[in-house]
T-cell receptor, first 113, second 110 residues
Framework: DAGVIQSPRHEVTEMGQEVTLRCKPI?????LFWYRQTMMRGLELLIYFNNNVPIDDSGMPEDRFSAKMPNASFSTLKIQPSEPRDSAVYFC???????????FGPGTRLLVL | GQQLNQSPQSMFIQEGEDVSMNCTSS?????WLWYKQEPGEGPVLLIA?????ELTSNGRLTAQFGITRKDSFLNISASIPSDVGIYFC??????????FGPGTRLSVLP
């Protein structure tokens, strides 16, 4: 099993640009989570999908952030327009119903200049 | 929302020493979890605790679910260099209010 796959692994962009992060969950998993990790705020849950439907997006910081899950094997997190304070590591995780057994991807390290 | 506190924030120990860290909350959780994150990777689940007072081991790791349901500790015995990383606790209430602690950064000196 390839595990959770995230792309790109690193992204450097300029303020105002659109950023799209991608995630492929583990095959057969029906729940997908997007997290953001920073030194100041630690690991924050941004949004949670179950069976491709957004269940809890209360962690999405503001309207500049949006997430989609068009099918069971793919999800995107988009930031438009990006700002320097969005610089962080973004993790995707997937599981089969039990949140404690989430499997995390390797993360996307985003730097907005 | 609910928040978790972890102590210490960081620790430097000699290889072979035992390690103890804990996690506290002002609110009750029904599940306590411990994760480890290595540089450049995502967190990996180490131990899950489901019952107040439960003591669970995973190799050199031992974790306990506090009786009050508001705390948990993780011990690592006979530390080795590969124990280096950030250890996160997390609390969960049947899938609601899932939250991570800020982490304890462990460094092991040879």
């Amino acid at each position: 099993d390839a595990g959770v796959i995230q792309s790109p692994r690193h992204e450097v962009t300029e303020m105002g640009q659109e950023v799209t992060l991608r995630c492929k969950p583990i095959s057969g998993h029906n729940s997908l989570f997007w997290y953001r990790q920073t030194m100041m705020r630690g690991l924050e849950l941004l949004i949670y999908f179950n069976n491709n439907v957004p269940i809890d997006d209360s962690g999405m910081p503001e309207d500049r952030f949006s997430a989609k899950m068009p099918n069971a094997s793919f999800s995107t997190l988009k930031i438009q327009p990006s700002e320097p304070r969005d610089s962080a590591v973004y993790f995707c995780a997937s599981t089969n119903d039990y949140r404690e057994t989430q499997y995390f991807g390797p993360g996307t390290r985003l730097l907005v200049l | 929302g609910q928040q978790l506190n972890q102590s210490p924030q960081s620790m430097f120990i000699q290889e072979g020493e035992d390690v103890s860290m804990n996690c506290t909350s002002s609110s009750i959780f029904n599940t306590w979890l411990w994760y480890k994150q290595e540089p450049g990777e995502g967190p990996v689940l180490l131990i899950a605790l489901y019952k107040a007072g439960e003591l669970t081991s995973n190799g050199r790791l031992t974790a306990q679910f506090g009786i009050t349901r508001k705390d948990s500790f993780l011990n690592i015995s006979a530390s080795i260099p590969s124990d280096v990383g950030i250890y996160f606790c997390a609390g969960d209430n049947y899938g609601q209010n899932f939250v991570f602690g800020p982490g304890t950064r462990l460094s092991v000196l040879p």
